[in-house]
């Protein structure tokens, strides 16, 4: 086996960033969704806050508390989603950059490949007439 190209191993990190990409945005989706359902319990202790049922207005301290604990936890999960998307643009933001490397590695080869043709041409018309004139 010969020497492996640039461009295939930029592709194997293109991959495994990609991977990386959908990691964080499998993460933020996970938050996103805490999120609403943490609104929904925000929501569901108003309404049994605001409640006028007299079982209600026994548990309004237990209530006001639990509302508060939603309220910070709210705030952690905002706090963290802001966090996983800027890590969801910055894997982004490495897996472009490498997969335009591996576009420029890619051309580079072909270029390459094709002068190495050209001069193996050269190479064959230069050594064709010389041969033709040592058979003469």
Same mark, same amino acid.
């Given at each position: ?12 990190l ?5 991977? %990386?990409?959908? +990691?964080? =945005?499998?993460?933020? /989706? ?6 609403e359902?943490? #609104? !929904?319990?925000? *929501? ?41 998307? %800027?890590?969801? +643009?910055? =894997?982004?933001?490495? /897996? ?8 420029? #590695? !890619?051309?580079? *080869? ?27």
């Amino acid at each position: 086996m010969g020497p492996q190209k640039k461009s295939d191993k930029l592709k194997r990190l293109v991959a495994v960033q990609r991977h %990386m990409e959908r +990691m964080a =945005e499998s993460d933020l /989706g996970i938050t996103a969704q805490r999120i609403e359902e943490n #609104a !929904r319990s925000m *929501e569901t202790v108003m309404e049994a806050i605001g409640s006028l049922d007299p079982l209600h207005r026994l548990f309004a301290q237990n209530y006001a508390d639990r509302f508060d604990r939603l309220s910070n936890t709210d705030k952690q999960l905002h706090g963290l989603q802001q966090v996983q998307e %800027m890590k969801l +643009m910055r =894997e982004r933001a490495k /897996g472009d950059r490498l997969e335009d490397n591996m576009k420029e #590695a !890619r051309d580079h *080869e072909e270029r390459q490949r094709d002068d190495d043709a050209i001069y193996d041409l050269i190479d064959m018309q230069f050594a064709a007439p010389a041969s033709s004139k040592v058979q003469e």
